[in-house]
């Protein structure tokens, strides 16, 4: 009799244990897949506008004088409910007219591929090949329209003149330059 109280002690005993050992199991289990997918929610509500990340794009194109121009990035970001928009990080540009080629950098920007327009803010700055700078906080430019302005504060330099504005419009790749607002001028002889 002692015998078989030992084993059936024994046997529930083990019953015990594994059932206690199966449910654990189960348990952690569960609490790991919900990690999991809880994880892949927030990963997946927080990228689902994004359409493409591209790092170092190039976009070239002509304009209606058929001179080419280009406008490259760092990285761009294109979103799926407007896949022609690109938000641009350190975007730069490269901009031929005749002989001449004038350049443009800023530290963001947004390009609309449709339109051909690109914005560019932060530390901004347009240049040629010789000596002419522009420095703003934000400057717009329509490749079809050729009409670079900017709203905000551009101070310019070119043969060691200096120029200070509250706004600016270029037209005809440099060719003409109209400054608005407030406006200092300080001209130096060579």
Do not use: C, W
């Not at 506008?49 to 761009?76: C, E, G, R, T, Y």
């Amino acid at each position: 009799m002692n015998y078989s109280n030992f084993i059936k002690t024994i046997k529930y005993s083990f019953l015990v244990t594994s059932v206690s050992i199966t449910l654990l199991i189960i348990n952690d289990n569960f609490s790991n897949k919900s990690e999991v997918v809880l994880s892949q929610k927030t990963t997946t509500n927080e990228f689902s506008s994004i359409s493409q990340i591209l790092h170092k794009p190039m976009f070239m194109s002509i304009d209606n004088k058929k001179q080419p121009f280009k406008v490259m990035a760092a990285k761009a970001t294109r979103f799926k409910n407007e896949p022609n928009i690109f938000n641009l990080d350190n975007p730069t540009g490269e901009i031929k007219s005749g002989d001449e080629v004038f350049f443009l950098s800023g530290d963001h920007g947004v390009f609309n591929k449709d339109i051909q327009q690109l914005k560019v803010n932060g530390n901004v700055k347009f240049k040629n090949e010789s000596d002419m700078v522009f420095q703003t906080s934000e400057m717009y430019f329509d490749f079809n329209k050729e009409i670079l302005s900017g709203r905000k504060k551009v101070k310019g330099k070119k043969n060691n003149s200096l120029i200070i504005s509250e706004g600016f419009k270029i037209l005809n790749k440099g060719e003409k330059i109209f400054f608005t607002g407030k406006t200092k001028l300080t001209l130096i002889n060579k």
